[in-house]
C-alpha cells in the first residue's frame, strides 16, 4: 500500500487548493473574470485553508498512526465492528463513546483486509445534518441511509428501530443499534484515493479486500 508522507500530504493539499483557485478563474466566461465586480477567493484565504487542512491531517496521522497496522489497538482503545465490508469503502469500526467533531479523535475506523492483515485507510464522522461550517477545509460529504447495526457487522436498511429485526439475517447475530439517515464525512488518511481526500468510496480497495 501506498503512504504519503505528511510533508508530501501537506504539499499535495497545497498544490491541490492552488490548481484548485486557477481553476475556478480560468473556468468562468471571460466576462466574469474581468468584471469589475466579479467575486474572486483571494489566494491568502486559499492558503490559510491549505495550512489549517495540512495542520489537522498532521494532527490526525499522529493520533491514529497506532491504529495503521494493528487492529488490536483499535478494539482495546473501544472501536468495535459496525459494518463488513463495504464494496470500495471498507470495514467500518466505531467507538460509541466519541461524540462531536475532533480530528484527533475519530469515532470511526474504516479498515481494510487482505487475509489476517488489516490496515487502517480512513477515518470517518458522522452528523445528523449537513454541517453549516465544514469542520475541515474543502470537505465534502456522504451519506448513510437509516440502518439496523449487529454486533458481528450485519447492516440492514430500516427505516426505524421497531423495523429491526431481533437477531441479524442469516447470522442470528445480537442486535447493536439503529441509526437515522447521516451525513458522513470520509478523510483517506491513510490509502490512496484517486477519487479525492474527502470522497466516499474509494477505487483502489476493492482488489486490497480480495476483491
Not at 121 to 146: C, D, H, I, N, Q
Amino acid at each position: 500500500m501506498r503512504r504519503a508522507t505528511l510533508l508530501a500530504t501537506a504539499v499535495l493539499v497545497a498544490c491541490s487548493c492552488a490548481v484548485a483557485f486557477a481553476a475556478a478563474e480560468d473556468g468562468r466566461p471571460a466576462s466574469a473574470r474581468h468584471a469589475p465586480h466579479a467575486r474572486t477567493e483571494h489566494p491568502a484565504t486559499m492558503h490559510a485553508g491549505a495550512t489549517e487542512l495540512a495542520d489537522s491531517i498532521a494532527k490526525a496521522r499522529l493520533a491514529t498512526a497506532r491504529y495503521v497496522n494493528s487492529l488490536p489497538a483499535a478494539r482495546a482503545a473501544g472501536y468495535r465492528i459496525i459494518t463488513r465490508m463495504i464494496p470500495d469503502m471498507g470495514f467500518h469500526f466505531m467507538n460509541p463513546k466519541i461524540t462531536g467533531f475532533d480530528v484527533a479523535k475519530p469515532p470511526i475506523l474504516v479498515y481494510q483486509r487482505r487475509g489476517s492483515r488489516w490496515e487502517l485507510g480512513a477515518l470517518e464522522w458522522v452528523f445528523p445534518s449537513k454541517p453549516r461550517t465544514p469542520p475541515l477545509p474543502g470537505a465534502r460529504y456522504g451519506s448513510f441511509a437509516a440502518a439496523c447495526h449487529y454486533v458481528d457487522g450485519t447492516v440492514v436498511p430500516a427505516p426505524s428501530q421497531a423495523a429491526c429485526p431481533m437477531g441479524a439475517p442469516g447470522t442470528g447475530a445480537a442486535f447493536g443499534f439503529w441509526h437515522p439517515d447521516l451525513v458522513t464525512l470520509h478523510v483517506w488518511l491513510w490509502f490512496d484515493n484517486p477519487a479525492g481526500l474527502f470522497a466516499s468510496m474509494n477505487p483502489l480497495v476493492r482488489p486490497f479486500n480480495d476483491g
